[in-house]
């Protein structure tokens, strides 16, 4: 692979592509914001296009990081007629495995491979190239799109045929939105106790109650008040929604994940737009009658 | 502190009063099985004595570790009275805060002080005298129980007033069993997806949805079918219950702790007395409809 | 039973007082309230006491109808040594069956019956003495009590032994809180979706969606916007608390219920004190993003 | 509308459609079992016709009454070829909104109008040409159905536009499986504390806690131990599952009627497939540990 088409170049995908023209690929561009294509040219190089099939024609590959499967969707309507065969379409978005798979086969029928592989670090690791990437598709695909992604990202986890990298990512968000969730409320009843959050998540950094968000979100993001860890309310939700689709789609009842999902898109809908995904404490803060932290 | 009364020798208990031997403390034991305390006498020192006020009679300090705060109510009615001024109790059951309040109450009234102190870490670090500690009562008091504590932990967390150590564990273990759960329903919709669920773990482990269980649990007890990691499955639906109590007593509506409760007491009617807690996963699976691990 | 002891005689117990009185009994009445029983004997009739001990004595039958069973428990405390061998307490006050038993325990040992009897109806048919009675206690217990009963309330259900009646009383009420969360939650996905919500009622009530709430309660006071049935919501909260407890006492793992319970507390503490319970489709509606009725 | 094309003679259709004969209208069935359409001419009158399209053709309206939306776009399919313009789909599947409005879109191109009219009241209430029928669609096109559906039902509930009938209906078993569970639970809670069973549900029956299934299925089909009203556990799952669907799509958090959904459709996995939807209790006694009911 050596030309690369880049469609979706926002917070995460500007990086990525930077990174692979800076790794010596030829790449090419474009985006949905006008200019922004353009931009990236003059910033970091490049080839810039008017839009995906344009950027697609002739390209080794197509990279798609763009919000969900509805875009990755458009994009490869648009694109599907000027592949030519043996291109690989390598979709980083985290999107919704059942759309993904309908997606590739419409793309299998052309002759032409996907793999999905979303990525996990947010946009710092994005930028430093040192994204976790869960990948799904056929092996010798996969192999194939090692040099792109490995420009990238630094471990690089196969999860199974194609979707299984994005239903992977989506269960891992569920599982670090449970855990979430479940510490906020035990600091909330700890806190009306009286003990300290504070001190609260140092015992359970210590303990059997040590979770992802307890090390890195619960002092740093929550009782601080900042809520600014750069990975929105929406993105959360719709990750739920996609880990609640896989269990409906794969008829596996889970009353644990459900409550997870509805709490969350719960306090999306109360707190509305454009906040951070650590601003949901306050919905249960809402509930339980009582602020974290210092400015009760 | 010279001279200390050990009420209960069970699983924790004996390990812990043989710290205190070793550590040079003159320790008197007595527990509710007859017999018991002599075989500690015959295999590690120390004295016995045929009850509570017996054992309790002009000790410095009196150490309660029993199931529940339901006994520690009755031992300190029988050592009440023959408990001299500025002896100090130190309760490192798993118990309820408020009635452990309640028992410190009476205790105060005739002088003698009384502090909480629950450990964490199971036999194996009660063994090495390596628990971690959480404690709740006066800095004074505590201050005094330090030497002891330290025979036998190494981590000693000042809580807050009298019950909070027990506030903080019951707390802890309402999220370590919210992981658990989360994880186990998100191992199940991945492995009907078609993940392997060893995999997920791996990846869990190497991204936000990490928690205690992904990394001791899941492996190690759930996908090899052993069930096995020493803690009973009733002990902690009792702490579960400790947790949600402190949530009733403070005013703290928490939806998402009071099912994970719920689920977790449901897996203890299904499966019945004597399981560990990691069987728990088996209910999850009776719903889901899926076997995690090897022998679907 | 002809003399008769009144404590409590606030908005239900009042009426239902005066209708004792009507009745033929010799009443006796005395309120925590200052000033209270006089009122009640200037306006309509029977005796006044300062206080339960003065009122209790040597009355046939003493009847208790305040907040919760913890006052019961302390008039209890405060009648026990007044009341002679053959006495019956009937407790109309929708309390706890443990804590019930607890004090009937207390009086049987002075040879002292009691019954339990909370009332289901409101205030409008305690004026009427039409109330619906759930009484617990023994047999010959409740023959005795009935005469009073029946110048109460016109049905009386035997539940069982002592504490059967409150049993009975709150769950009843769990029941009817779970319909109306349910119900709402359907209205507003219904609305979102673009169906009328009282159209919505209409059809519920001709199909197997049809509840008490669906029949009294959505028109009437939620899409209205009035939420003034005359019940509190923290009484509702309450009773939902007991019928909860109830369920742990017995063992009773029930998730749905417990989820209920939580939802309506935290309707309680997101909307604080004063309000009437059908106003806690207000958090619904929060979660919801969604006014039920008119003024959206 | 003289000539119907009526897709779908199973338990629901074969009865309605003898109804459409009885009232006069010239009927052609069909069926995907072999022979079933000629067994309905044979035992009620009416046309066979060997598939959809071939009994469409030429028809004035369509009626469809098939499991799933999944059928009926398949249908669809078949028949859209052949529909001249002005021919009347009645849909009376307890179908998808979603899907429904796609399909009637796609028909709408072509000129056809489409209908939805899910139905209410089982199979006696289909034999007697007794149903409630919640209807969705254009005011002129409900008009033209009118005739057709007063021959299969009394009361006729107009919804909305295209898919309000069938977002009605699934929100009404929403309500009803909701106030299923609520009282399983507790009469499970009050069974453990020692109330009757069969006497709680008289007494909720007079009070708050009445719903359409204390007065038509708990003592009937559960406490019986009959489990057989006639109304299937997959079918209420799907319905649930159509509920939860319209409050995803219309971004709707619930959280109640999630966990609802989320334990029914466990019931249905751990009980298996081909068990009446009243059998659900069995799931909330085996983790309550208790049987409703004699037989314990
Ligand atoms: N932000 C984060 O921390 C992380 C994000 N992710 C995932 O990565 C994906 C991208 O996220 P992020 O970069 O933050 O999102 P952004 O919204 O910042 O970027 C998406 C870009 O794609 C463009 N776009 C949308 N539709 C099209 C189209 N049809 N053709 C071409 N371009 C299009 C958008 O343009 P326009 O704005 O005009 O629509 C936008 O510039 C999401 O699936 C997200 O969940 C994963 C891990 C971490
Ligand atoms: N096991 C573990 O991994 C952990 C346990 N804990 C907590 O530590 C506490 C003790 O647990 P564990 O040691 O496992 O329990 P055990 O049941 O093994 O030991 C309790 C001992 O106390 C005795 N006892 C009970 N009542 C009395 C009484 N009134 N007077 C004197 N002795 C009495 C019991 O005797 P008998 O058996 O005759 O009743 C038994 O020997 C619990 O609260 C538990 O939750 C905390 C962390 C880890
Ligand atoms: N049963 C009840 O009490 C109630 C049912 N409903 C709803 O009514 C609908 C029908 O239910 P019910 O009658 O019980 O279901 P049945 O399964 O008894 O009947 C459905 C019939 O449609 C046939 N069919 C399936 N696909 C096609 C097709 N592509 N072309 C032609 N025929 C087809 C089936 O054949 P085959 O068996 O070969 O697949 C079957 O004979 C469902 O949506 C249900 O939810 C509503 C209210 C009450």
Not at 4 to 23: H, Q
Not at 99 to 110: G, H, N, P, V
Not at 235 to 262: H, Q, W, Y
Request: proline share 4%.
């Amino acid at each position: 692979i050596q030309t690369v088409a880049f469609i979706g170049i926002g917070n995460m995908g500007w990086p990525m592509a930077a990174n692979l023209v800076k790794a010596g690929f030829e790449v090419t561009v474009c985006d949905a914001r006008p200019g922004h294509a353009a931009r990236f040219v003059t910033e970091v190089g490049g080839h810039a296009a008017a839009g995906p099939a344009e950027a697609a024609k002739g390209a080794d590959c197509v990279v798609t990081i763009v919000p969900t499967s509805t875009q990755v969707a458009d994009v490869a309507a648009l694109i599907a007629p000027v592949l030519s065969k043996g291109t690989l379409v390598v979709d980083m978005t985290s999107g919704q495995p059942g759309k993904t798979r309908e997606i590739a086969a419409d793309l299998a029928a052309r002759g032409v491979a996907m793999v999905d592989a979303p990525v996990s670090g947010g946009v710092p690791r994005a930028k430093t190239g040192d994204l976790a990437i869960m990948v799904g598709g056929e092996d010798a695909d996969l192999d194939r799109a090692d040099p792109v992604l490995r420009a990238m990202g630094t471990s690089i986890h196969r999860c199974g045929s194609i979707g299984a990298g994005q239903a992977m990512k989506a269960l891992n968000n569920l599982v670090s939105a449970g855990g979430f969730l479940m510490g906020i409320e035990a600091l909330l009843i700890g806190q009306r106790f009286g003990l300290d959050a504070a001190k609260m998540v140092d015992v359970l950094n210590a303990s059997s109650g040590m979770t992802n968000s307890s090390q890195k979100k619960f002092k740093q993001y929550v009782l601080s008040r900042r809520f600014d860890d750069g990975f929105g309310l929406e993105l959360m939700v719709k990750d739920l929604g996609i880990a609640l689709e896989v269990g409906r789609e794969t008829n596996t009842p889970t009353p644990f994940s459900a409550l997870c999902r509805e709490l969350w898109a719960a306090s999306l809908t109360a707190l509305g737009p454009g906040h951070n995904h650590t601003a949901s404490a306050q919905l249960s803060e809402k509930m339980a009658g009582e602020i974290l932290g210092g400015n009760k």
